[in-house]
């Protein structure tokens, strides 16, 4: 059963209207909104990651001075869990929403960094500008069909990417990325495009494909990525 989680269904019980939604193996789950002339509050339980798609010139946000707006196309809002904003949206304005637990976030630290914290806290950012978490908004999550399941893959993958650059940039640790170098072995390299060529027609994950190789997925998507390159270079 898919993830709740409050601000997906608090948008539905307003005017915004919900375009397309997936939940991911992960239990991460994206949605695209749009929305016009609607007031709504938001106070969660989870973490929410905004990229403003098209519009969003009339969107304001309440403060304590008042009502500020800032927004526009690839302005990212971040909202943390237990965090309260109300929104005045005057105009229009098509949004993509990644909704995601303390618990991804510590399965991230995990796997990357072999570290896991209690919990994370991610630090509120509302109408930035990211030019990192609008590509991969723009060029990996709004770049395919999300119901297709062979689609699976990219977008695990561009949201374990944009959740390790919200630990990295945006929380209390700020981690810095572990290097790598060098690409897999041969054996395993065969391995997994073998497993791959078995399976396209599976939901495969990032998940999957670093378990073939008994990586965490941070270290198998650098690892593979090298070793394609390798191999095209000596093809």
Same mark, same amino acid.
């Given at each position: ?83 309260? #904003? ?69 977008? #695990?993958?561009? #949201? ?76």
């Amino acid at each position: 059963m898919a993830e709740m989680y409050g601000a997906f269904e608090n948008l539905r019980k307003h005017k915004a209207v919900l375009h397309n939604a997936v939940a991911l193996n992960s239990g991460i789950q994206l949605a695209a909104w749009s929305n016009k002339r609607d007031t709504i509050t938001q106070y969660c339980d989870h973490h929410t990651l905004s990229l403003y798609i098209a519009d969003g010139y009339e969107s304001y946000h309440k403060t304590s001075a008042g009502w500020k707006n800032g927004g526009g196309p690839d302005r990212f809002c971040l909202m943390p869990k237990e965090s309260e #904003s109300t929104w005045d949206i005057r105009d229009d304005l098509s949004f993509i929403h990644l909704y995601c637990t303390d618990a991804h976030l510590r399965h991230v630290g995990e796997q990357i960094w072999d570290k896991s914290p209690y919990s994370f806290t991610l630090d509120e950012n509302l109408f930035g500008d990211d030019a990192s978490i609008t590509a991969l908004y723009r060029h990996f999550i709004l770049g395919c069909d999300w119901q297709q399941s062979a689609n699976q893959l990219t977008l #695990s993958t561009a #949201s374990t990417l944009l959740l390790t650059h919200l630990v990295q940039h945006y929380s209390n640790v700020q981690w810095t990325l572990p290097t790598v170098t060098g690409g897999l072995s041969p054996f395993v390299l065969r391995n997994v495009l073998g497993f791959i060529e078995e399976n396209l027609a599976q939901p495969l994950t990032l998940a999957d494909l670093a378990a073939q190789a008994s990586l965490s997925e941070f270290h198998f998507a650098r690892m593979f990525r090298q070793s394609m390159q390798m191999a095209r270079i000596s093809t």
